[in-house]
């Protein structure tokens, strides 16, 4: 019933930034935790990192920290990446994902894929050197 779409993707050089975006739609935004990850060429999907619902508390992917910041605008129903300083390696297709908050019990589930109950259809990015 929760439907997200990722948009904000494109070339961009090293050491440039962009900022993506995931739309919330179907569903009330607020009430859930959110995540970001990416999936590089030929790679699994991987972590860059969460966002809690109540707190916005962030967590980063150390390949991230330091570098993308995680925001969400509940009245918005929008979650950003703002991603700086960005590396050849962070070439991938970025995903959002949404999980109701209380079906979250700890902070680790939040790191893995498989809590994630919506997911959007990916947006590309592609860092050129």
């Known amino acids: 019933q929760v439907q997200l779409v990722e948009s904000g993707g494109g070339l961009v050089q090293a050491g440039g930034s962009r900022r993506l975006s995931c739309a919330a739609s179907?569903?009330?935004?607020?009430?859930?935790?959110m995540g970001w990850f990416r999936q590089p060429p030929g790679k699994e999907r991987e972590l860059v990192g969460t966002?809690?619902?109540?707190?916005?508390?962030?967590y980063y992917a150390d390949s991230v920290k330091g570098r993308f910041t995680i925001s969400r605008v509940n009245a918005k129903n929008t979650m950003y990446l703002e991603m700086n300083n960005l590396k050849p390696e962070d070439t991938a297709v970025y995903y959002c994902a949404a999980v109701p908050s209380s079906h979250v019990y700890s902070n680790l589930q939040l790191r893995t894929r498989s809590t994630y109950e919506y997911w959007g259809q990916g947006t590309q990015v592609t860092v050129s050197s």
């Open positions: 966002i809690r619902w109540g707190d916005d508390s962030t």
């Open positions: 179907g569903r009330t935004f607020s009430s859930y935790a």
